[in-house]
């Protein structure tokens, strides 16, 4: 895997938790500059005519910022005198399985990336990303619903909850998360599928929903279907909402046949950059058809080994056939007895250290993992209706997307960024990226010395380690271009 996956990325979140007055202000400034009603948003018609939907969608996004954990807790808040009702109506609200969630959301989203691509200046030399990826989100009640055993990838063990796959938007500068599907894992033992004996499934929470394939329906169904199909309905729909991106991200565990497939026949001139692994899939080389690993072993006896001096890295870089599909695979390692990792684009005339520098964008997600579950409650909802599960994590996205629009237009669209941009061309590096490098390097040192996978590593220390996450915020750091 990468060494590192993003050296320029800061936290869009963190300093809003420690300067509430000023927070605030600017946190119901952009929420005032929207519209909300309850046809703009989609809501249904309200069962409680006295309280409109979106007055209670409005009030349930700024529920972190008045550290509100859940709608049980509303009555304690300050919250309350504004809208003096009983937790519930937002309940009901939560729990209603016509509501459209996505739509939703992708209808307040958009408007934050106009707002966003409004106010700013366009860079050619950052493009637009899309960045998929899965987390975990354990639960600990059992008759949830439709709640079932997962396997975790980072810690190797299995646990009660969902799976998330999420989608996000990179603008160069700033993530938005678009859009997510919750999903089980049926496992091998037919006799315990979804790791629960029948009793067990039996006592799960289930209500009825119209079967008309929209709101809690379709999104009780993503639950049961593949996350490489869920991952495809979703660029299909981020596309179809008039979203334009230059590139696809992802991890070896998504890159796939199917994904690139279905990239490469879009007509938005879009591509495709995702690790992959060093397996038995055979690709088009030299006359042959070659492993990943046979490849390697060519363009090494071909003597086209080069280094990185920018990366610090070996690597190799060759066009080749997959299934049809002109595609460009670098192979790179940061020493000379490290292991080989391999890399996919369907961009044949990018370069290694171009492709490189795009997919480090990736760790933006990682990012939006860890500050969402610390600071928004990402997971934490333990309410036994899948709805009230769809909802409690659409909002949780819209919130860091809220907070990633106002920390933008506070922080980075500044006098200071157009000063600091004229000193790029002389300063290649700030401090903040020097600091960052250092850690990089140590961590690479470790993942040879004990032989471990470097980017797991780095996984491993941002989901245990808090001191070195509040650090990787750099909050008294130059931020850089």
């Avoid at 590139?247 to 990239?263: A, H, P």
């Amino acid at each position: 895997m990468l060494r590192h996956k993003d050296t320029i990325i800061p936290s869009e979140i963190s300093s809003f938790f420690t300067s509430s007055e000023k927070a605030m202000e600017t946190i119901f400034s952009l929420i005032r500059s929207l519209t909300f009603s309850d046809k703009s948003l989609g809501f249904p018609q309200a069962s409680n005519l006295r309280y409109s939907n979106h007055s209670k969608f409005a009030l349930l996004l700024l529920f972190p910022f008045f550290e509100i954990k859940t709608s049980w807790h509303y009555a304690d808040s300050a919250l309350y005198r504004f809208l003096s009702c009983g937790k519930d109506i937002f309940y009901r609200l939560m729990n209603d399985a016509s509501m459209d969630w996505r739509n939703l959301a992708y209808n307040l989203n958009m408007r934050f990336i106009r707002k966003v691509q409004n106010n700013s200046d366009l860079d050619a030399s950052r493009p637009r990303c899309l960045i998929i990826d899965d987390t975990d989100l354990p639960k600990t009640g059992r008759r949830i619903e439709p709640i079932g055993k997962i396997f975790s990838h980072v810690t190797h063990t299995t646990k009660l909850g969902f799976k998330g796959l999420f989608m996000g938007y990179h603008d160069g500068k700033s993530f938005f998360s678009l859009d997510f599907s919750l999903h089980g894992e049926k496992g091998k033992n037919q006799s315990k599928p979804y790791g629960l004996t029948p009793s067990q499934i039996k006592r799960r929470y289930s209500k009825k929903r119209n079967k008309s394939g929209v709101g809690g329906s379709k999104r009780v169904g993503e639950y049961f279907v593949s996350k490489i199909e869920s991952m495809i309905s979703m660029i299909r729909l981020a596309i179809a909402k008039g979203l334009r991106f230059d590139y696809v991200l992802t991890d070896s565990w998504f890159t796939c046949f199917e994904l690139v497939k279905f990239i490469v026949t879009r007509r938005i001139g879009c591509h495709f950059i995702g690790m992959i692994k060093m397996g038995r899939t055979r690709y088009g080389a030299f006359g042959k058809n070659l492993t990943s690993k046979e490849i390697v072993d060519l363009l090494r006896r071909k003597k086209m080994i080069r280094r990185s001096k920018l990366l610090g890295y070996y690597y190799v870089e060759t066009v080749v056939d997959f299934k049809g599909i002109q595609v460009k695979l670098y192979f790179c390692k940061a020493s000379k007895r490290g292991s080989w990792n391999g890399m996919i684009t369907t961009n044949a005339e990018l370069a290694f250290e171009q492709a490189y520098k795009i997919y480090s964008t990736r760790w933006s997600v990682e990012v939006f993992f860890k500050e969402s579950k610390q600071h928004l409650g990402l997971g934490k909802c333990q309410a036994q209706d899948f709805d009230a599960q769809i909802a409690a994590t659409t909002l949780c996205m819209l919130q860091y997307n809220l907070l990633s629009v106002v920390k933008r237009f506070n922080d980075y669209e500044t006098l200071g960024e157009l000063f600091r941009a004229s000193q790029k061309d002389a300063l290649k590096l700030t401090i903040s990226e020097q600091i960052w490098l250092i850690i990089i390097e140590i961590i690479a040192e470790l993942s040879e010395i004990f032989n471990v996978d470097g980017e797991l590593l780095m996984e491993k220390l941002f989901s245990e380690n808090e001191k070195l996450t509040k650090y990787l915020n750099f909050k008294s750091l130059p931020q850089a271009g």
